[in-house]
């Protein structure tokens, strides 16, 4: 049973990575879109992609963390004691990003909107770099076992945590451009398009190649995931290796709808390869699924919690897709819908 | 080495005092949202009922704009909520290493039922003018059961810290056997969340009256002003005497399952009958009780009326010394009980008031007196939740877990709390005022507009994209300008 709460916990962690990952990239775009003029355009489009469940994205952060704190309390104590502070500095990226949302839209004077849209794209890049730096850590065993505090300063500062996070920044990145090429593409804004493709190709050679240096960086920093990645994690290692490289071609070449998918594909299958480089162990090398995981009593119920979720929340979800995907009053045109 | 002999020593503070203060602030500031999302979803499907059965353009109007500061209120209470989370992890490592098999299993629920709430804001918002009026007041149901179901779930997990059951323990004290049930439906559970779930009505209902009240005091007396006020004001006001019975109940359910909680409320330093109900007055290190009024015999006739002023009441003098809570601690249960009490009555008061008078004259009162009562009794309302809080967590120390964990053992050993929780409050101050700001601005575009647009507003549905620019856009243009 700790196997089966331990998968649910990575499919929180890669639903966050692809849904949460898309919106902190797009807050990159809007970092980088330039001045005010220069950046209006794209702005708009990052605007406009930003759909009516957006933060709901973010609920993924708070799944991921209730499956940790329930059925792995004594790893999740180890973390949070360990990195304190990237985990704070998440925290208050989070607290700025999400209340930037909730009053963004609710502002209409051009400065108002600038001043928390600047708000929103810093912290967008801030928090996935700590949860990067906050992946390697854990990755590494840098979090000590039985809910002990680790070194609160290295734990977090070094080159497999330099590397996540700035991984992560990448790759959301990357994947955002190409949801953003999308989102472009059908309101028929050619220039758009174009804007967004050439990002999402730089992002897409920048993300392989910091990939590749994670290679090294991993061999020499981290043997036990580095070992995994390359024995058990392999077929998926090379699964994203693959699709990002046809990914990237299809951009190149402008076919973006499987350029979408794949792209998908190359960052889900990077997250579950570490998850299954690190397996069996919560925590590699001290902490291992079977022997921290909670009574059977709380994994079952995190079980019955995730099976309601299932049949209770994700219908509600598709509906609101549904009906956010078609449906547009006669005034306001047919260029979204 | 920069780091470790000269920053360390000025970042080391004692975390536990830190922790308490940065978590007793953030929740205090969550708790505010809280009500606002449980309880304005109601108020706004009963105007929206009222609007569809009787054609009433005031109920529209204010079904539409309730909608989309709820989605504002609902986007911050969301983020503040998301802190709490943290913060479990963040302040109270030990605790969640130790209990989170079992603390944590509520929030695994709240969690399913907070998504849905999202969601169906979403849909709620987004159906306007894009579903039937029927069909779209239905989507409105499931955010009102999701908030009230959340709302349980957040308190079972506060109640089992009351009274912890649905574990095994071995010999080292390791969570070795949970039954989630036994978590979940704690004995504390059932009055501590009807009591929750009733504050929230009557606070979300005093605190958006209050501001038509407000505006009935500046001539606002539209027909969309009454109804502002009528709608949440008659919902408060009935929920308020169910508030009373409920807090009656709960009182007595501390008296006999957490005594001292109870000597310090009634401020019993000695074990014994006949105990006075002491209004304020405060308890001294020597163990007497100076100050304040008393009503003889009061508090153990409210314990328990069969055996009145006979009852027995425990004294705060049972407690081993080592579990003893601190005197300032007695004394702020006390305090908080006071203002709880006194400020409920107050708004009990009211209330009758508004119910008499609208018996004999089918009417609100129109006096200005009660509009300016009217007025503070959002402010006054919040303050009452919040003793009251502070009566329940303040009245448990010092226990994190009532009698399995203290708080002391529960902090991170993190030096650098204080410098978390100066930013928090910086933080929280910053987004309390936008909030308030933001709310105005949206107040003053609807009154100067009037309309409904639902794509300024968090949740909303996405604007559609302007078309491509042309060269010569000015940079004050509204809308469309991020």
Not at chain 1, 147 to 168: F, M, R
Not at chain 1, 281 to 305: F, R
Not at chain 2, 191 to 211: E, K, N, P, R, T
Request: proline content about 5%.
């Amino acid at each position: 049973m700790s196997t089966a709460v331990a998968v649910i916990l990575f499919v929180g962690v890669t639903a966050y990575a692809l849904f949460g990952g898309a919106d902190f990239g797009a807050g990159f775009w809007d970092l980088v879109a330039g001045g005010a003029v220069r950046g209006e355009r794209p702005r708009a489009v990052i605007d406009h992609s930003i759909g009516p469940v957006w933060e709901a994205n973010h609920v993924w952060l708070i799944f991921c963390f209730v499956v940790l704190w329930t059925s792995f309390p004594e790893a999740f104590a180890s973390i949070t004691l360990t990195l304190f502070v990237p985990l704070t500095i998440a925290a208050f990226g989070i607290v700025l990003r999400g209340s930037s949302f909730a009053f963004r839209k609710a502002v209409l004077r051009t400065r108002d909107r600038r001043n928390f849209g600047a708000a929103f794209a810093v912290s967008s890049v801030i928090v996935p770099f700590c949860m990067g730096a906050v992946a390697g850590a854990i990755a590494t065993g840098r979090v000590p076992a039985g809910g002990e505090a680790g070194d609160p300063v290295h734990s977090w500062i070094n080159p497999t945590s330099l590397l996540g996070g700035v991984l992560a920044v990448v790759v959301v990145a990357y994947l955002s451009a190409v949801y953003l090429v999308w989102d472009a593409r059908r309101a028929d804004d050619v220039a758009m398009v174009e804007y967004f493709r050439r990002r999402a190709v730089v992002a897409a050679v920048v993300a392989g190649a910091v990939a590749l240096a994670g290679i090294f960086i991993l061999r020499a920093d981290a043997p036990f995931l580095y070992h995994g990645l390359t024995t058990r994690a392999l077929p998926l290692v090379i699964a994203s290796a693959l699709c990002g490289v046809a990914s990237l071609v299809l951009l190149i070449r402008g076919a973006h709808r499987y350029a979408r998918i794949l792209s998908i594909g190359a960052v889900a299958s990077v997250v579950l390869a570490w998850g299954v480089a690190q397996w069996p162990y919560v925590i590699p090398e001290t902490m291992k699924v079977s022997t921290t995981a909670a009574p059977s009593g709380t994994l079952e119920a995190i079980l019955v919690a995730f099976g309601c979720a299932v049949v209770l929340v994700l219908p509600a979800l598709g509906l609101l897709y549904t009906l956010d995907q078609r449906s547009l009053l006669p005034g306001e045109g047919a260029e979204t819908g | 080495m920069l780091f470790t002999e000269v920053v360390s020593p000025v970042l080391a503070v004692n975390p536990v005092t830190w922790a308490r203060s940065q978590m007793a602030f953030t929740l205090a500031a969550h708790i505010i949202l809280v009500p606002l999302g449980v309880s304005w979803a109601f108020f706004t499907l009963l105007a929206n009922y009222r609007a569809i059965r009787h054609q009433d353009e005031a109920a529209l109007a204010l079904a539409q704009r309730w909608s989309k500061y709820m989605a504002v209120t609902f986007a911050v209470g969301a983020v503040t909520g998301t802190v709490l989370s943290f913060e479990f992890g963040l302040l109270w490592p030990r605790f969640m290493g130790r209990w989170g098999g079992a603390f944590g299993v509520p929030f695994a629920f709240e969690g399913l039922f907070f998504f849905t709430e999202a969601i169906f804001v979403a849909i709620y918002i987004y159906g306007w003018r894009r579903l039937k009026p029927w069909t779209h007041f239905w989507t409105g149901v499931p955010i009102v059961i999701a908030g009230v179901f959340g709302s349980i779930s957040v308190i079972a997990a506060n109640a089992w810290m009351n009274d912890p059951s649905g574990f095994t323990l071995n010999s080292s004290g390791q969570v070795v056997k949970v039954d989630p049930m036994g978590v979940i439906f704690n004995r504390a559970m059932p009055l501590q969340a009807a009591h929750m779930v009733v504050a929230a009505y009557i606070v979300g209902g005093f605190l958006i009256a209050s501001v038509y009240a407000m505006g009935m005091l500046r001539g606002r007396n539209d027909r969309y002003h009454r109804l502002g006020f009528l709608i949440p004001f008659t919902v408060a006001a009935i929920a308020t005497p169910i508030q009373m019975a409920v807090g009656d109940s709960l009182t007595r359910w501390i008296y006999t399952n957490q005594p001292i909680k109870f000597a310090a409320i009634e401020l019993v330093p000695q074990t014994r009958s006949d105990v006075p109900e002491t209004l304020l007055g405060h308890l001294n290190a020597n163990g007497t009780v100076s100050g304040g009024i008393g009503i003889p015999g009061m508090a153990s006739w409210l314990s328990d009326p069969k055996t009145g002023t006979a009852t027995v009441v425990q004294g705060l003098n049972t407690v081993p010394v080592d579990d003893e809570p601190t005197i300032v601690q007695i004394n702020t249960v006390h305090l908080s009980w006071d203002i709880m009490i006194g400020l409920g009555t107050l708004l009990f008061l009211l209330s009758v008031w508004y119910g008499l008078y609208w018996a004999i004259r089918r009417d609100m009162p129109r006096s200005r007196w009660f509009l300016r009562i009217a007025a503070a009794s959002g402010i006054l309302s919040i303050l009452t939740m919040e003793a009251g809080w502070v009566v329940t967590e303040v009245g448990r120390q010092p226990w994190i877990v009532y009698n399995y964990m203290k708080v002391e053992d529960a902090a991170t050993g993190n030096t650098g709390v204080w410098i978390t929780f100066v930013a928090v409050v910086l933080l929280y101050i910053g987004v309390g005022v936008t909030t308030i700001l933001v709310m105005r601005g949206m107040s003053r575009r609807f009154r100067q507009d009037g309309g409904f647009d639902e794509h300024d507003t968090p949740y909303g549905p996405a604007e559609p994209l302007a078309p491509a620019p042309t060269p010569d856009h000015r940079d004050d243009q509204p809308v469309a300008v991020p």
